[in-house]
T-cell receptor, first 111, second 113 residues
Framework: ELKVEQNPLFLSMQEKKNYTIYCNYS?????LYWYRQDPGKSLESLFV?????AVKQEGRLMASLDTKARLSTLHITAAVHDLSATYFC???????????FGQGTRLTINP | ETGVTQSPTHLIKTRGQQVTLRCSSQ?????VSWYQQALGQGPQFIFQ???????GRGNFPPRFSGLQFPNYSSELNVNALELDDSALYLC????????????FGAGTRLSVL
């Protein structure tokens, strides 16, 4: 059974600091997604990573994928308050129809 | 704005009742997936529909059922509601069955008392 684990689950950080969220998964996957969720809101797609070594960046967020280690990272550079949200990684396996999500990382950025 | 709309936004039911949740997919998307998100947890896959046929199911009992219509809108039906069914229910549409990016609706918050 495919399992996805994120850490940390809670992260409180100050503005302008850098930090990384980690996402480990248990079996070979052909794509990995990062989503953002604001309180009471739905999921917003951030990144789709398709191959080993893939790196994508959008603003202060950068995601990478190491399929050999079954690890993805979401790096936050010089955090700002607007990035406060819960971040989920999700994984699929070839031929499967579902996304398997991690538990989420609740990120709080303090002034 | 993802173009996926869900109704109602909030719903309160009592244990044992039945509920129907609705989802209107993004235009041109023939695949819809439903997820249950309990408070403080990640979404859990319920099932997926592709061109009106069920195309995969998660670990949910048969009292969770669905429909997809020719216009690709869909419904999630839950019978014999239990307290643990209280959650945010999300639908997601995608252009292809092989899991192109899934676009999520805002969800329906179901409370079972």
């Amino acid at each position: 059974e495919l399992k996805v684990e994120q850490n940390p689950l809670f992260l409180s950080m100050q503005e302008k600091k850098n930090y990384t969220i980690y996402c480990n998964y248990s079996t070979t996957s052909d794509r990995l997604y990062w989503y953002r969720q604001d309180p009471g809101k739905s999921l917003e797609s951030l990144f789709v990573l398709l191959s080993n070594g893939a790196v994508k960046q959008e603003g202060r967020l950068m995601a990478s994928l190491d399929t050999k280690a079954r690890l993805s990272t979401l790096h936050i550079t010089a955090a700002v308050h607007d990035l406060s949200a819960t971040y989920f990684c999700a994984v699929t396996i070839q031929g499967a129809q579902k996304l398997v999500f991690g538990q989420g990382t609740r990120l709080t950025i303090n002034p | 704005e993802t173009g996926v709309t869900q109704s109602p936004t909030h719903l309160i039911k009592t244990r044992g009742q039945q509920v129907t949740l609705r989802c209107s997919s993004q235009s041109g998307h023939n695949t819809v997936s439903w997820y249950q998100q309990a408070l403080g947890q990640g979404p859990q896959f319920i099932f997926q529909y592709y061109r009106e046929e069920e195309n995969g199911r998660g670990n949910f009992p048969p009292r969770f059922s669905g429909l997809q219509f020719p216009n690709y809108s869909s419904e999630l039906n839950v019978n014999a509601l239990e307290l643990d069914d209280s959650a945010l229910y999300l639908c997601a549409s995608s252009l292809r069955r092989d899991l192109d990016i899934q676009y999520f609706g805002a969800g329906t918050r179901l409370s079972v008392l």
